[in-house]
Each structure stands twice: as structure tokens, then as C-alpha cells.
């Protein structure tokens, strides 16, 4: 099967469908589709099943700007933000332009065309169809959806239980009254454990470091109140205009003073836990706040599951997996029937896609970003991507709103392509980290492979969403992008 549009979009997450909201209205008259790999619309918030799943950032600002967040709860389930998601595709018709069950292997550029010929194949059977396209959007989130991230603890064979990873949650699994260890002290480990603990004997969170874990309510009086008293439209604006600005300056100021933030993350969790636990030992991060993400409990639910004494707290390393339980290094043993991997992520950006120019493979690790989603010497191909310090959307839609620009530019100016041109001299750089000063394990694991930054505009990978506001007024013929005719 073969066919053409002037725009694919790969993904039909949330980027995914944002995306092709801002592409129908900015640019009406481009044909396009959109491959998703999964059988339904919803990404990150279709694939995740496992019980509790929900998003850690405020939904007033991980919503779209286009479709105000109507449900009162700041932070919500992952089912509900997976219909919401599909709503707003079907508002808009996008879901009618949407392949399933297609999987993108490999995308080649082709100069005397100037155009993209993607190579995909339907999960169902296994035949090949080949779309070209003008521009290539790559709404893939940023790690893998084939499997988590799980080490090779020693003895893991020898466990009698089950081991599952929260990525490939089993659909039919008995918690009821088992004994269960959730392996991880990131958001997934304090996402599950509220939600196991009302079935479950007893779990424990075992974690070889402690993470920071902030109580946020659940329901954000603030914005409940101005829904209140403004229209729908400028209620949704006012309150997402302040809850990105907040991020910032929660960013910031932590990142300004970090040990001042660490006094009131400890202050906070020892008044949300018993008097007396031992906060330091349990709660006390080696690493200063927003080196990683900050983890949200709702409501305090996650020391609320401390304090009832169903869930406990283990910090230490892991000796091995025994056939009961673990071992841990000062020889304790942890019973157990169940075991969660709640370890992490594999991160990728592009979906694994293999990419060619003109017949020459590019390896992304050896590309430098360009405006934080355009690649250097790649033409007409952007990456939605959101920053790691705050919500996701704001970011994407300023990406959405900026490629929206330029395919007007083309299209007005008779182009065929545009390709950020890596001067030479930052060619023989090495340049810098995808992204800096975040230690997230994700991240450190997978930052070898990634495209580089450079040390000035608009090279740089920026996590603000002040500075990312730049897409929305930078000239888009800025001597940087190199435009061209195609021949012929």
C-alpha cells in the first residue's frame, strides 16, 4: 500500500492530537494522517494500566489551551485524561485522519523530491505501506513503548512470585491480601502504592535512594474558585497563564536555593507523617530538588498509606531476589508474593525509527537541536517534545504553533524545504547534553544517544517555558534554516 499527504504526524497521544489541532487550523489546506502504533487514541495514557496511573502535573496546564479542563480534579486519573484526549480528537474530527495498528520503522529523505518516504507495517498483517509526505512530525514522547526499564537484579530467576513491571501491567492479576514490594521511589512507586494498599496485605516500597515527594490537594481551590466567578474561556486562560508561570518559579527558586527548598520539603513531609519516623533516613534525597522531577502525592495519599501502616518504607540496597522475597545488603529478607518493578523508563526520542538522507543513516546522537524540536542538517522534520521541569503541553503547542509557521512560510514563498544548518565550527564541537542538570536514571541511561544543545540560541534546549515562549515570535527566516527549491 502506498499513498501521499503534505503532513504525517507520528504518535496519537496527547502531542500527537495537539499537533493536528493547531495543523488544521493554522494550515487548512494541508492534506495529512497520523500513525499510531497502538489500536486507540492516547499514548502514554493508553498503554499505562496499571492500578492508580495518573498524571503528576496540574491538568489546567497539561490540558490544551484549545479545550479547557472541565473535571475539578487539578490532578487526575489516567483514565480520564485518556478520554479526554479522545474527546478532543473527536470534536474535531482529527480521529477520522488517524491509521492504527501502524508501526513506523524507518524514514527517508529524499533531496530531489524533497520529500519523506516513511516505511510502516500493520500490527494485524504484517503488510508494509510505504506514505510519502512534505513534513514529518515525530509526536512519539520521548521513551519506549515496547518495555521498561527493569536491571538484572541477581537471583531474579529464582523468585516463585510474580515480577511485573508497571509498563506491561497484566490485565487479570489477584491483589487481594498478597504481600507485594514495589521496587522504585519515583512517580510510578507513589502513584501504585496508595492504590495497592486497598486490596493488598502489606507492601513495601523498597528504594535504594529516596525521591522527593511533595502533597499536593488533589482539587486546587484557587482555580475551582475563579471558575467560579469568570467565563469558561477566560477562567481557563487566567489559570493556565498562572499555573505555567508558578512552575517556572517553583523551578527556579529551587534551582536558585536548593537547600532552602530542602528545608521546607523535609518541614512538609514530617508534619504529613508520624511523630518520630524517621524522615531523615526515608526521605532525605542525595540530590538537590528538581535535579530529578519532584513527586506529587494527591492529597497526601502516599503518606496517608505510611501512617494507616499498611505500606512501609524500606531504604537500602538489594543483595538478590531470593525464592521468597529479596535479600537486601544488611541481610534482611523481605517476604513476598509479588514484586513491581517500578524502575523506570527506557528513553528514545523518534520511536526507534531508523532515518536516512539521501541514503545515509543519521544517528540522532550525532544531530544538534535546533529551536529544542528541529534537528541539525535534517530537513523538514520536527519533534514535539515538552520539558522535564514542568507540563508537558505548553511546550508541544508552542512547538505545534512555531512548525505551523514555517509550512505558511514555505507554502508563501514557493520552498520546498527548510533545514537547520549546523555551522562548522559547532559542528567539531561536542557539545552539550540533550539536557543539563537533571538526574533522573532515564535520563543519565539514555543521554549518550541523544541529539546534543549548543551553548547559545537557537541551539539551546531550554526547560522554561518563559524561554520557550521565544517559538512564538522568532523569525522563522532567521539565517539559521537553509530554505531551497526543490530541483525541478
Known amino acids: 500500500m502506498q499513498y501521499e499527504v503534505d503532513v504525517l504526524i507520528v504518535g496519537a497521544g496527547l502531542a500527537g492530537i495537539g499537533f493536528a489541532h493547531h495543523l488544521q487550523n493554522a494550515c487548512p489546506t494541508r492534506s495529512y494522517k497520523i500513525l499510531e ?93 510505504h506514505i510519502t509526505c512534505s513534513w514529518l512530525q515525530l509526536c512519539t514522547g520521548y521513551y519506549s513503548y515496547t518495555q521498561g526499564y527493569t536491571p538484572d537484579f541477581p537471583g531474579q530467576n529464582n523468585f516463585r512470585g510474580e515480577i511485573i513491571h508497571p509498563q506491561a501491567w497484566p490485565e487479570a492479576i489477584s491483589l487481594s491480601g498478597k504481600r507485594i514490594i514495589v521496587i522504585g521511589s519515583g512517580a510510578t512507586a507513589v502513584t501504585l502504592i496508595p492504590s495497592l494498599i486497598k486490596v493488598a496485605g502489606h507492601v513495601v516500597m523498597l528504594q535504594r535512594s529516596p525521591s522527593f515527594i511533595h502533597a499536593l490537594p488533589s482539587v486546587d481551590a484557587f482555580s475551582k474558585r475563579v471558575r467560579q466567578l469568570l467565563p469558561k474561556k477566560w477562567a481557563h486562560l487566567l489559570i493556565r497563564w498562572l499555573g505555567s508561570r508558578l512552575e517556572d518559579r517553583e523551578y527556579t527558586e529551587a534551582r536558585k536555593d536548593p537547600d532552602k527548598a530542602l528545608k521546607h520539603f523535609l518541614r512538609d513531609t514530617r508534619q504529613a507523617l508520624p511523630a518520630g519516623y524517621d524522615v531523615e533516613k526515608h526521605f532525605l534525597p542525595r540530590y538537590g530538588a528538581w535535579d530529578q522531577r519532584v513527586c506529587v502525592s494527591p492529597d497526601g495519599d502516599f503518606f496517608d498509606a505510611i501512617s494507616t501502616g499498611k505500606a512501609s518504607v524500606e531504604t537500602e540496597e538489594i543483595d538478590a531476589f531470593t525464592d521468597a522475597g529479596i535479600r537486601l545488603n544488611t541481610g534482611k529478607e523481605l517476604s513476598a508474593d509479588i514484586i513491581i518493578t517500578a524502575t523506570g523508563l527506557n528513553m528514545v526520542l523518534g520511536g526507534d525509527i531508523i532515518f536516512y538522507v539521501d541514503d545515509k543513516v543519521i544517528n540522532l546522537k550525532d544531530r544538534f537541536l535546533y529551536r529544542g524540536n528541529m534537528l541539525s542538517d535534517m530537513p523538514n522534520l520536527s519533534l514535539s517534545t515538552g520539558t522535564f521541569t514542568a507540563s508537558y503541553t505548553p511546550r508541544i503547542e508552542l512547538v505545534a504553533k512555531y512548525v505551523c509557521r514555517l509550512l505558511n512560510h514555505l507554502v508563501d514563498q514557493g520552498l520546498s524545504d527548510a533545514t537547520p544548518l549546523l555551522p562548522p565550527t559547532k559542528g567539531e564541537q561536542r557539545g552539550r547534553a540533550y539536557i543539563e542538570g537533571f538526574s533522573a536514571g532515564y535520563v543519565r541511561r539514555a543521554i549518550g544517544d541523544l541529539p546534543r544543545q549548543g551553548k547559545e540560541e537557537p541551539w539551546r ?28
Open 37 to 129: 502504533s497502538r489500536p486507540s487514541i492516547g499514548g502514554t495514557w493508553d498503554l499505562f494500566r496499571y492500578p492508580g496511573v495518573r498524571s503528576d502535573s496540574d491538568m489546567h496546564t497539561y490540558g490544551y489551551s484549545f479545550k479547557p479542563w472541565q473535571d475539578e480534579r487539578a490532578i487526575a486519573p489516567g483514565g480520564l485524561i485518556r478520554d479526554y484526549i479522545i474527546e478532543a480528537a473527536r470534536e474535531a474530527d482529527i480521529d477520522k485522519h488517524i491509521h492504527y495498528g501502524h508501526s513506523v520503522k524507518e524514514a527517508r529523505w529524499d533531496r530531489l523530491t524533497a520529500k519523506w518516504t516513511v516505511l510502516a507495517f500493520q500490527s494485524d498483517t504484517g503488510e508494509s505501506v
Open 461 to 488: 534546549n531550554e526547560q522554561s517555558f518563559r524561554e520557550n515562549k521565544r517559538l512564538l515570535t522568532a523569525a522563522v527566516d532567521d539565517g539559521v534554516l537553509q530554505f531551497r527549491h526543490a530541483p525541478g
